[in-house]
């Protein structure tokens, strides 16, 4: 079965920072999925990628599939990108489905 | 265009309790599942489907049960609540494997 380790747990920056978060899965993939999900809500699908560099807007997402590792980046941040980012891969271990990292929580000051 | 569409979104039960979770997409998926979201824990999975009428097991399948109705609904059914059950329950689907997920808005269920 895949785990799923992301870092850092909690991230506060200033408005205009260039934010990075981490993660690291033990078990080759095929594809690996960054979610988001803002307080109380609902979660969202940012990107899923399987090799390469992913970008939309201010947010880009690459992964490294020999190392196991996927960052996600986010360009001038800005308070409304406050929420919490989750990494999430196939399971495996015969079982379908995905398993998820604790996520990132992120607040963004003015 | 819906999506995923989850109800109820808060339920409070009594310990002993039952109740039902519904899921509904129209995307046309064959794969549901049903996950749970506790606290300093990420989502883990309870049950899935990978086609209408076939159910499996996932991580944390004990005290509950699903059926897979049509290809529509998965629903996730509680018989009898128990406090270990308080968590946020999330419904989800995927075209296949290895494409995007999408997710129900969340139940947020209370065992007192």
């Known amino acids: 079965k895949n785990e799923v380790e992301q870092s850092p747990q909690n991230l506060t920056a200033q408005e205009g920072e260039f934010i990075t978060i981490n993660c690291s899965y033990s078990?080759?993939?095929?594809?690996l999925h960054w979610l988001q999900q803002h307080p109380g809500g609902g979660i969202v699908s940012l990107f899923m990628?399987?090799?390469g560099k992913k970008k939309h807007g201010r947010l880009i997402a690459t992964i490294n599939i020999q190392e196991k590792h996927s960052s996600l980046h986010i360009t001038a941040s800005h308070p409304r990108d406050s929420a919490v980012y989750i990494c999430?891969?196939?399971?495996?271990?015969?079982?379908?489905?995905?398993?998820f990292g604790k996520g990132t929580h992120l607040i963004i000051q003015p | 265009n819906a999506g995923v569409t989850q109800t109820p979104k808060f339920q409070v039960l009594k310990t002993g309790q039952s109740m039902t979770l519904q899921c509904a997409q129209d995307m046309n998926h064959n794969s549901m599942y049903w996950y749970r979201q506790d606290p300093g824990m990420g989502l883990r999975l309870i049950y899935y489907s990978a086609s209408e009428g076939t159910t499996d097991k996932g991580e944390v399948p004990n005290g509950y049960n699903v059926s897979r109705l049509n290809k529509r609904e998965f629903s996730l059914r509680l018989e009898s609540a128990a406090p270990s059950q308080t968590s946020v329950y999330f419904c989800?689907?995927?075209?296949?494997?290895?494409?995007?997920?999408?997710f129900g808005q969340g139940t947020r269920l209370t065992v007192v």
């Open positions: 989800a689907t995927q075209g296949s494997r290895n494409t995007e997920a999408f």
């Open positions: 999430a891969v196939f399971s495996g271990g015969g079982a379908d489905g995905l398993t």
């Open positions: 078990v080759g993939i095929s594809a």
């Open positions: 990628l399987s090799s």
